[in-house]
């Protein structure tokens, strides 16, 4: 179950965290994964561990947010064979209300997340629908479902993806395309680390604490569970599943 050979997966944003997870976990299920990343150095670093693994993965330098940047990488995706998945990944995250939220910030969190979203999944749906179908999957955010404090630039952005995938869905289930959206809540990636880091030196420990009990399960996901759901959605055994948003929230949407 849940095999994946002779399938060629295109995955954004695969350099670090989620993106790295679903990468490494689709190819050990036998895909054949196009890293896109504009990142290239930390593509390049997913790529030789899939390879390292006994995996085919291959790097591709792409800004999603870019029409032409994604029309090249796609370009060059296509010269290798059809597309069977793609995985909308890329994205960027924002801390601010209405208010404190900068029309730049607004800008940057449309670009990658929601235009970024719609330019490779333009890119994808033709192919797929030339080889007689395919699989979507977008990265959204418990944010598409509920209100969360602080968020509201990422949360539009994360709207709008829930949103981008019921479109697909309906507008090419004829086509064999499948698309669904998986939801998490806090996931424990570099980004994290990072964020804490830089906005509470020295409280680290503390703040990883209350992000962790945000979520009644009392911790975050780990990217490969993300990945773990990512790969049933993608794989045959999802066949009759498109249109929906998955939780994977440790019990935020329930308590």
Avoid: W
Wanted: charged letters at 20%; aromatic letters at 6%; one cysteine or more.
């Amino acid at each position: 179950m849940f095999r994946l050979d002779g399938k060629h997966a295109v995955i954004t944003g695969a350099g670090s965290g989620i993106g790295r997870a679903i990468a490494r976990t689709f190819a050990a299920q036998g895909a054949r994964i196009s890293v896109l990343e504009r990142d290239e150095e930390a593509g390049a670093a997913t790529a030789d561990t899939i390879r390292g693994a006994g995996g085919q993965a291959d790097v591709i330098a792409c800004d999603v947010a870019s029409a032409p940047s994604v029309a090249a990488a796609f370009g060059r995706v296509a010269a290798s064979g059809r597309i069977d998945i793609l995985v909308n990944n890329a994205g960027v995250s924002h801390v601010g209300t209405a208010t404190s939220t900068s029309e730049s910030d607004m800008d940057r969190l449309y670009a990658v997340n929601v235009k970024g979203v719609y330019l490779c999944s333009q890119a994808a749906i033709p192919g797929m629908v030339e080889a007689g179908g395919g699989v979507i999957l977008n990265l959204a955010s418990i944010a598409s479902l509920i209100g969360l404090v602080d968020r509201f630039a990422y949360s539009m952005t994360k709207g709008a993806v829930l949103t981008m995938t019921r479109s697909i869905a309906v507008d090419y289930i004829k086509q064999g395309i499948r698309c669904n959206c998986v939801c998490p809540a806090r996931v424990h990636t570099p980004f994290v680390d990072g964020y804490l880091r830089d906005s509470y030196p020295g409280r680290e420990q503390e703040m990883f604490r209350q992000l962790s009990e945000y979520q009644p399960i009392g911790r975050m996901a780990e990217p490969e569970e993300v990945a773990a759901l990512a790969l049933y959605l993608c794989s045959d055994e999802a066949s009759f599943i498109t249109g929906q948003a998955y939780p994977i929230d440790g019990g935020v949407l329930v308590f």
